[in-house]
């Protein structure tokens, strides 16, 4: 008996867990709440404000989600993590994606078994320093000591970095974002380096900011994007389009003030499928019908999110450069919506 | 009236398992094992069955690919070009030298501050009880954090202590100077020291799986060829002293002994020490002990310390008063006293729990994952961790490592433990 009902339990647990793999949408949707591991505080990418308000580039695609998924864009929990933690967060099912400046590289979508849907911020990594030093190039940094990230792929890059250029340095290893910037104003490191956009975020909240300079060397590909685990492409597919959603938003010029006229009022065969007018691409889904009109009336299309976090005039200044819509020269391009 | 009761001789039936407290406690061991091991099972079958839901294996294949990452503090030598397993041994190498030289300050520290506690001297005694309960009832954790951020923030940048032509001038001094007669610099990165350096190493050979270092041999060699003979010296003198009753003079044979071979064979080597210079961005040259394993270090020594001086007062205290005054009365002085009677009966009472603060104090090293400082939680646990993806792997081999490290501590003292112990003849 004792026997029959340990695989009974076996049996269960199984079920539940292959259940619970199976099934990020059901699971966010029978939970009411997006559950999205964030940064523990990058300005501009994802940072909680002086009353627990999160705000950011990275914020933004998480509440379109909820938006498309519970048609409340204020449903979501971010739950902050570092960079070492970040992975096993998404892994042990403690949260439902990850949007946090996080690079697709082979050995994460292999090794790592997780799924990088898309690409929403194209990035490089850089090097910041003090102008008092009168560095201009990263290649004259050789003995310097640079404050880097931990469990990133920045930290690998800048071992190669400095070895292919012959020159030697002492790390300083750090675990966070605000770790980094505390030991960089103390001038525990000459330099720090992480993605070019963070350097940008942080460079924006020291208070001397105008005594700092980005290095002109981009010396890695950093392909930044929401991340969700390996055997869940229903949800991949979810986080994907909505994502694609913003994208096809800002080309067909929809933002978050017109949606609604342009949805009664559009001859566009796309922005009629898009918005959920005609045919039923939101339910095929799972999703409502008015998923994606809900995400671009919640937070605005790839544009508007991009200038009212980093863009031009924010504190953090960056360029759309990489990130323009392929119409305009940049990457970000979105398959068909058919 | 005595009566004697025998129990009923009745064959074995089913329910005696429950109701006979003769096989009650059978059954309650069987099915406490029978759950153990039904538990375990399930647990090994849930990470089995998670892993394989997930695409991933066990394996340990991941130790032997090439790690890609620096570290800041290197023992032996290693670049971004070694395997996994070396980082390992990076961070193991990190974490044995913290626990060592934290147990050996921290008894020093504590055995003083137990013994001051204990002084007649108000003040002294009082600092000291400050002291203890400060440090015992503040979270470690904390300390850590304190003692790094305090070096980071307080320390000036490399670039203070940089003179240039117009400060020279002007006859002005630069805002940092090194210390110890300009041998000794502390930035905010870290500490810079002379390293002692050998003009004439005796190199070292390759043995395919590792390199033995030939300099490195000799002088373990002469050290424990100085201590072997300097006990030769000192039981000779004590047979003398039982059978003649006089002590002959030793102590300067012992020092002779002691010292003489390694000054010689330094000398030798041609030792000269290289005082770290300010050049570029950072001091070159010399060793450079980084902040967070200083803080480390000192967290845990102040930490531990004060635990270890309860225990060392509660050793003196636990011998009786009547001991001393019977050495007194022998005519014995305070410091015999303490030496000759009193501490050696305290080591007793001391030992054992003095083991399990050596324990607590490796084990907290792995505290250094908050200052970011390189041990086997930093390296195995952290970064490797991360790159792979090998989380049951790492966190495995690190329970692995640190049980090997204690157990290995435990067995140590407890040797050492026995070699003190009340002899029972």
Known sequence: ?338 | MTMAIDAPRQGFRLSMLIFDTRYRSYTIQAVVLALFVIAIGWLGYNLDQNLSDRGKELSFRFLWQRAGYDIPQTLIPYTNDSVHFRALLVGLTNTLVVAFIGCICATILGVFVGVLRLSNNWLVARLMTVYVEMFRNVPLLLWVLLSYVVLTETMPAPKDFKVTDEMTAAGEAPAASMSFFDTVAVTNRGTNVPAPLLERGLGSIDLGFMSLNLTFLAFVAVIGGSIYANNRIVSDARRRQETTGDRPVTWWKSLLILFGPIAVMLVALGLHWETPVLKGFNFQGGMFIAHAFTALLVALTLYTAAFIAEIVRAGIQAINRGQSEAAFALGLRPGRTMSLVVLPQALRVIIPPLISQFLNLTKNTSLGAVISYSDISGTLGGITRNQTGREIECVFLMMLVYLSISLTISMGMNYYNRSTQLKAR
Request: net charge negative; with cysteine; glycine share 10%.
């Open chain 1, 1 to 338: 008996m004792k026997k029959s009902v340990f695989f009974g339990a076996l049996a269960a647990t199984t079920l539940v867990s292959g259940l619970a793999m199976a099934g990020t949408l059901d699971d966010v949707k029978a939970r009411g709440e997006l559950i999205c591991g964030s940064n523990t505080g990058l300005t501009g990418f994802g940072a909680p404000d002086a009353s627990g308000n999160w705000s950011g580039f990275d914020v933004d695609l998480c509440r379109a989600l909820a938006a498309a998924i519970l048609g409340d864009a204020s449903k979501v929990k971010f739950v902050p993590t570092t960079g070492e933690t970040r992975f096993t967060a998404l892994q042990s099912g403690e949260v439902d994606l990850l949007v946090r400046n996080s690079t697709w590289t082979a050995s994460r979508d292999s090794e790592l078994a997780l799924d990088f849907v898309a690409v929403n911020y194209y990035d490089g990594q850089g090097f910041m320093v003090n102008k008092a030093l009168g560095v201009s190039s990263a290649k004259e940094l050789d003995g310097a000591t640079v404050c880097i990230q931990t469990g990133t792929t920045t930290e690998l890059n800048l071992a190669d970095f400095f070895k292919e250029n012959n020159i030697s340095y002492q790390p300083v290893n750090v675990a966070d974002d605000a770790e980094a910037q505390r030991q960089y104003t103390a001038g525990a490191c000459d330099a720090f380096t992480t993605d070019a956009s963070g350097l940008a975020a942080t460079r924006a909240t020291l208070p001397d900011a105008e005594n700092h300079v980005i290095l002109p060397e981009i010396i890695s590909k950093e392909p930044l994007g929401p991340v969700v685990r390996n055997g869940d492409s229903a949800w991949g597919d979810v986080v994907r389009w909505t994502y694609y959603a913003l994208l096809i938003a800002e080309e067909k010029g929809i933002t978050a003030a017109n949606v609604e006229e342009v949805a009664t009022s559009t001859a566009d065969e796309e922005v009629k499928r898009l918005l959920g007018v005609s045919g039923e691409m939101g339910a095929k889904f799972g999703l409502d019908n008015a998923a994606f009109k809900n995400a671009i009336l919640a937070v605005g299309n790839y544009g508007e999110i991009f200038s009212r976090n980093i863009g031009e005039g924010t504190s953090i200044n960056l360029a759309r450069g990489l990130n323009a819509l392929w119409t305009q020269g940049g990457l970000q391009y979105a398959p068909p919506f058919r």
